[in-house]
């Protein structure tokens, strides 16, 4: 695929969005407009959300707290800790998908859209796009991402509320089962499955341990960094042994 | 009258003071940050590790606390679905879809049966 043009390379972001990925992340966050109604706020306030949150712990969150009548800056000190998440996640990203001559501006908005989905499904189908045309190819699948996703937000506005009890189960474990394994689909080294192991047997550790939402982050910085420090040992080892 | 003080957009403005902009501002400052960052650098490696790390440790915490109806299914069961969805994943080299479809059917089977 080599000689398309960046048009058709955002074309293709789009078409592998739409393969899949975008329209699980749409019906994940289907529950996100039913909050927002229930919390009291208007359709395009829901629809809003995930154009601007675009993030669905914290959307669920806001919503959740502002229905609990939550102090506000409460929940924008919630929100902040929550979504602190999203630093590594850019980090790890943006250097992959800027080019030579990509802009600061271009990366700002580039930011914008990494979440969850966004960002597994970007940090294993980047290697096969030619550097030029990354940034492409990421504004195509993260914009059929986000649209589906908002109009489903809507969807969930109007229906929410009156799903049977198997299938609101159902639809909250979409997240859960999709995550896991989109993580285990981009493990490409031992450290990514160190991390992976680490971040599932620590959790109820940290969350028990660590100061009330800060408990992800400690997480994070723990077992992420045992991890890179594991497989780089193993690393250095294979390189030892191939020389 | 002024945007600001129109009820109307009341809740909008409440979105993007409390909900927007405090999420918003972690992207906006990694967008900086990552100029300092290179490809081939440890740094970026380790991120990558953390990063994945922290999404594990999201999903734990959907299975182990979950809210709504999810709560209303037993914890082995959760778990069991979870396990079910990566023997799929393993077994049909590594689909990310039919993961998803045997951990879905399993727990939708398990709430049809508990709830």
Redesign the interface.
Known sequence: MGGLSRVEWALEGVRQAVKGPAWIVAVALTGVGGLAREAGFPFGAAVASTLLIWAGPAQVLFFGAVAQHVAPAAIAFSICVSSMRLLPMCLSLLPLLRGRRTSLLTQVVASHFVAVTVWTESMRRIHDVPRDARMAFYFGFAHACILATAAFTGLGYWLMGDLPTPLGAGLLFLSPIYFITALARNAREAMDWLAIGFGLVLAPVTSALAPRGFDLLFLGLVGGTAAWAIGRKLRARRGEAAA | MSILTDPAHA??L??????????????????????G???DS?V???????????????????????????A??PLYA?VG??LA??AA?LLFR?S??A??IF??GL??AA??LF?
Do not use: D, H, N
Not at chain 2, 19 to 31: I, K, N, Q
């Open positions: 809740p909008y409440f979105l993007i003071l409390f909900g927007f902009l405090p999420s918003e501002v972690w992207r906006f400052v990694s967008a900086f940050v990552a100029q960052i290179s490809e440890e970026f490696v380790w991120v990558r590790a953390v990063a994945t790390c922290l999404l594990a440790g999201v999903v734990a915490k959907l299975i182990l606390s979950p809210s709504g109806a999810l209303l299914v959760r679905a979870i969805g990566g994943f590594r990310v879809v993961a998803v951990g879905e727990l939708i709430a049809m709830t």
